[in-house]
């Protein structure tokens, strides 16, 4: 990124990823950037029509799950919102610092000071108030702390997860974890059994995973690793061999037509092996 910085003039935070990707690796950049936006994108979308279907629950997963893609494609259309994205991902990732500090303390911490994990559940509580609590006063530390510029916002979730660790171990405490539940705990242990009883016995009625060895198939990874392999020499080939500007630009241009055509190549013939092996396992079982 820093490289293409140079190359372009710019500075690093003008850049866009479109930029880096064809700057850096031509027309074979922008199918990575596509395709890993897509396969990172695919999991957070499937979430998000998840917990959409939550809210709206007369409507299907997939009609959900549409509109919050249409919506999200929309959106991202605007270029102040990939500007501005890393700040945005570090306000809306301080929104679940306390929780992921809640979840830590309780599973990680609570054993080892003998505080009781799952207390909450135990005491049959509908609402766990120490949970809440933390989890507010948490990000009002966390934004006074930006609010005052005490520290820089990239770094607001190291002192904000502390606090809340600690702010919640201390209320939890008092509101019940520091008792026992001897008889909740066994009943706890014994579902936990049964559960593992019946995912091994899952697991031993599940038909063996299948590799395809067909000729084909290896033929297939073959030219996929192939395609690795060229474009990896031809960056090298780029990088350390290139004694002066003019001979770079040749074996940039000479990189850039290549490696697209083995990009393509490798992502095609990649998903065709996967296809292939999901097929046949598909037909076995």
Known sequence: MQGTAVLLKKSITELDPGDVAYYALGLSGFVIVIIAGWTTANANLYRAGLAAQAIFYKHSRRKTTMVVGIVTVVVACFPFVFTQMLPLLTYAGLLVVPVGAIVFAEHVIFPRIGLTRYWVSYKNLKTSVPAVASWGLGLVFGFGLNAMNVISFYYLFIPTWIFTILLYTLLA?????????????????????????????????????????????????????????ITMVLAIITMFWSPDMAQYEINRDIFYTYAFICTLTYFATAYWVLQRKKVLNKSDH
């Open 173 to 229: 405490k008092k509101y019940g974890a520091a008792e026992s539940y001897p008889e909740e705990e066994a009943l706890d242990k014994q579902r936990n059994e049964k559960i593992i009883a019946y995912q091994d016995e899952q697991a031993e009625n599940d038909p063996p995973h299948l590799d395809d060895k067909s000729g084909f198939t290896k033929l297939l990874r073959v030219v996929a690793y192939g395609s690795l392999i």
